[in-house]
């Protein structure tokens, strides 16, 4: 598949512009997402509605975008990184302007292996902003905890509960884990992370790049390789083959937030590793937890791999550089 050249500048503004538009649209569910993961035993929501119905209940609307400064601070690196990654390992390993099959899933490999650099600590702290809500939703219960499956699922309840203001920051949390742990402890669960985004580069790459070109190498030969798809196709492209890579890569992803989340409820799981960690969340929780959130997943990665794709194919970094120059 053969598209007009791009320069990397334009590709790496492109994908910055599509990652802040796309993450402010899907923030709220990705939140849902996160915070319907990290349930093990008091169910506090039942479900995606439920869960952003209670977190504007009880935090307010701008509840549903904690641990969003993160993500639009960093999202614009990963998705550079993600999307000219992959254009950069297509053009090298493409021939005559024809990738085989094996070549786009090395290249979405390739993809995956380079934005893991930074989607790991953007994930990180962001997980912990986004779980505050759950942990604080636990804290009414009276009874201090005691050790097992106690109800009560929180350490601190009484100091937590009378310091509203003490909620996590990313620049708080960040300096304790590098005082804590060094800069390993901002790439805790960076294996979980790879494992997760490498799959899902290998999936959703060649599927793109075969539904982008759908109708176009059928028409007459090498005008219709090199002709570019419309917005709508490259659109529906994105949004099709992320929903798919997404879901697919689910059980992937609980493993990652499980393992990526420091402050635990009382009765609570920790885990030693991505070993451990499958081995109980399939003893005490049985394989459905490993779908827990894809429905959200499908929801976040669609419309936003779908805007990634069109602002990339509409040209915005080009326009950009254009009105520099």
């Known amino acids: 598949m053969g598209e007009k050249k791009v320069s990397l500048p334009a590709k790496l503004i492109n994908g910055g512009v599509a990652g802040l538009v796309g993450v402010t649209c899907v923030f709220p569910i990705d939140l849902a997402k996160t915070r319907l993961q990290n349930q093990q035993g008091i169910q506090v929501y039942k479900g995606m509605l439920d869960c952003l119905a209670k977190t504007v209940r009880s935090e307010g609307y701008f ?23 992959n254009d950069v390992f297509r053009q090298k390993l493409s021939k005559d302007g024809h990738l085989p099959l094996w070549g786009e899933v090395l290249a979405g490999c390739g993809a995956g292996t380079c934005q893991v650099v930074v989607t790991t600590p953007m994930e990180m702290l962001k997980i912990q902003l986004q779980d505050a ?23 601190p309840p009484r100091s937590a509960r009378s310091a509203p203001p003490q909620r996590p920051s990313a620049t708080g949390i ?46 007459d030969g090498q005008a219709a390789v090199q002709a ?48 451990d ?15 827990k959130g ?4 499908a929801l976040v990665i669609a419309p936003l791999f779908g805007i990634a794709q069109g602002v990339y194919f509409l040209g915005v970094g080009e326009t950009v550089l254009g009105l520099m120059g």
Not at 294 to 297: Q, S, V
């Open 63 to 85: 509840g549903c975008y904690r641990g969003a400064a993160v993500n639009l601070t960093l999202v614009t690196p990963e998705k550079a990184i993600k999307l000219a990654a």
């Open 228 to 275: 570019q798809a419309p917005f709508w196709q490259s659109f529906v492209a994105g949004c099709s083959a992320g929903s798919v890579a997404a879901v697919a890569v689910t059980p992937l992803d609980v493993i990652k937030t499980r393992l990526q989340t420091l402050q635990k409820g009382e009765g609570e799981d920790t885990y030693r590793g991505i070993i």
């Open 294 to 297: 894809a429905t959200c997943r």
């Open 133 to 155: 809500g759950r942990l604080a939703a636990q804290r009414p219960v009276p009874a201090p905890a005691a050790p097992g499956p106690a109800p009560s699922l929180v350490a």
């Open 277 to 291: 960690c499958t081995r109980r969340i399939m003893t005490r929780e049985g394989p459905s937890a490993f779908l």
């Open 174 to 219: 960040t300096v304790e884990l590098l005082k804590t742990r060094g800069l390993a402890g901002l790439y805790r669960g960076a294996g979980a992370t790879l494992m997760r985004d490498v799959p899902f580069s290998m999936i959703y790459f060649p599927l793109f790049a075969n539904l982008n070109a759908l109708g176009r190498d059928s028409a």
